[in-house]
């Protein structure tokens, strides 16, 4: 079984609905992340988490929420969804000694 | 602030070719330096990191890369390419021993192996 599971692996959803992109791990790890990717620009930081009570903006948080469920659940939200949010989601874990990255398969979303 | 740059936004390489994708940083400290390679449809897989020690690191699928503090870079070597390389690849940094958890993504280097 893989060690991160997104859910949904394929979302398409409409200008200003509300969706959330699940993101659930199996490997223990206290820290969680939440990244998009677009062509050419790599992967930017939206959110993330050192543990349950501690959760902190990245670079391009706008738009976005999330909730930390648990240890092993670490959820991103759209509030009201815009064409321009149209990407590859991904999430991550790493533990607290390392800052090696831990990535999940990706959510690819479309906002119509 | 931290940045990585990854000047090659595409590289075409024939099969049994050897290959070399730059990476460039900037960050004031020794940074941790990570490679990873996300193929068609899938996630991004580490294919390796340094933290410190020798500044030749050995990875999977017989990548390599190598630091060097003068230039601040830390390029991916294969001496002989496979057509299942065929992927995007993505160098990052992270904060060294302040640890921050937090990575800095260089914008990718799609790389094309032609038969």
């Known amino acids: 079984d893989a060690d991160v599971t997104q859910t949904p692996r394929n979302r398409i959803t409409k200008t200003g609905k509300r969706i959330m992109l699940e993101c659930s791990q199996t490997?223990?790890?206290?820290?969680m992340y939440w990244y998009r990717q677009d062509p050419g620009l790599g992967l930017r930081l939206i959110y993330y988490s050192f543990d349950v009570k501690d959760i902190n903006k990245g670079e391009i948080s706008d738009g976005y929420s999330v909730s930390r469920q648990a240890q092993a659940k670490f959820s991103l939200s759209l509030e009201s969804a815009i064409p321009n949010q149209t990407a590859l989601y991904f999430c991550?874990?790493?533990?607290?000694?390392?800052?090696?990255?831990?990535f999940g398969p990706g959510t690819r979303l479309l906002v119509l | 602030a931290q940045s990585v740059t990854q000047p090659d936004i595409h590289i075409t390489v024939s099969e049994g070719a050897s290959l070399e994708l730059r990476c460039n940083y900037s960050y004031g400290a020794t940074p941790y330096l990570f490679w990873y390679v996300q193929s068609p449809g899938q996630g991004l897989q580490l294919l390796l990191k340094?933290?410190?020690?020798?500044?030749l690191v050995q990875g999977i699928k017989g990548f390599e890369a190598e630091f060097k503090r003068s230039q601040s870079s830390f390029n991916l070597r294969k001496p002989s390419v496979h057509w299942s390389d065929a992927a995007e690849y993505f160098c990052a940094v992270g904060a060294g021993s302040s640890n921050t958890g937090k990575l800095i993504f260089g914008q990718g280097t799609t790389l094309q192996v032609k038969p």
């Open positions: 490997k223990g790890h206290d820290r």
């Open positions: 991550a874990t790493s533990a607290i000694i390392s800052e090696t990255q831990y």
């Open positions: 340094y933290f410190s020690g020798d500044t």
